[in-house]
C-alpha cells in the first residue's frame, strides 16, 4: 500500500514555473514506478510524466517534452515536477500515481494521489 499526497500547485503567470511535490508513503515505495497525470473537467486524464524505479528511466507527454522534469527522492519518499515556461494549456488538476509496472496509461496505476490545481494565467 502507497499513499500520495501532492502539494505546490497554484495560480502562476504564462511563461512562469511552479514545482510540484509528491510525498509518499508505505512500504517498498522505492520499488515503484511513479507518474504524474493531469485532468481538466470533460476530459480523461492524461499522461505527462514518469519515472522508473531506481530513476532510470523517464518519459514525457510530447506537450511538455524540454518544459517539465521529473524526479524522485527515495529516501525521502519525494517525486517532484519541475514545469517550466508553462502555459495556459497546462492549467489542470495535476495527480501523482504509482504503479508496480512502467508505462503513460491510467490503467497500469494503483495508487492516486488527491491532486493539486495548477492555472496558468495569460
Known amino acids: 500500500q502507497v499513499q500520495l499526497v501532492e502539494s505546490g500547485g497554484g495560480l502562476v503567470e504564462a511563461g512562469g514555473s511552479l514545482r510540484l511535490s509528491c510525498a509518499a508513503s508505505?512500504?517498498?515505495?522505492?520499488?515503484?514506478?511513479m507518474g504524474w497525470f493531469r485532468q481538466i473537467p470533460g476530459k480523461e486524464r492524461e499522461f505527462v510524466a514518469g519515472?522508473?524505479?531506481?530513476?532510470?528511466?523517464?518519459h514525457y507527454a510530447d506537450s511538455v517534452k524540454g518544459r517539465f522534469t521529473i524526479s524522485r527522492d527515495d529516501a525521502k519518499g519525494m517525486v517532484y515536477l519541475q514545469m517550466n515556461s508553462l502555459k495556459p494549456e497546462d492549467t489542470a488538476v495535476y495527480y501523482c500515481?504509482?504503479?508496480?509496472?512502467?508505462?503513460?496509461?491510467?490503467?497500469?496505476?494503483?495508487?492516486w494521489g488527491q491532486g493539486t490545481q495548477v492555472t496558468v494565467s495569460s
Open positions: 508505505g512500504r517498498s515505495f522505492s520499488t515503484y514506478g
Open positions: 500515481a504509482a504503479t508496480l509496472g512502467w508505462g503513460t496509461s491510467t490503467r497500469l496505476y494503483d495508487y
Open positions: 519515472i522508473s524505479w531506481g530513476a532510470g528511466h523517464t
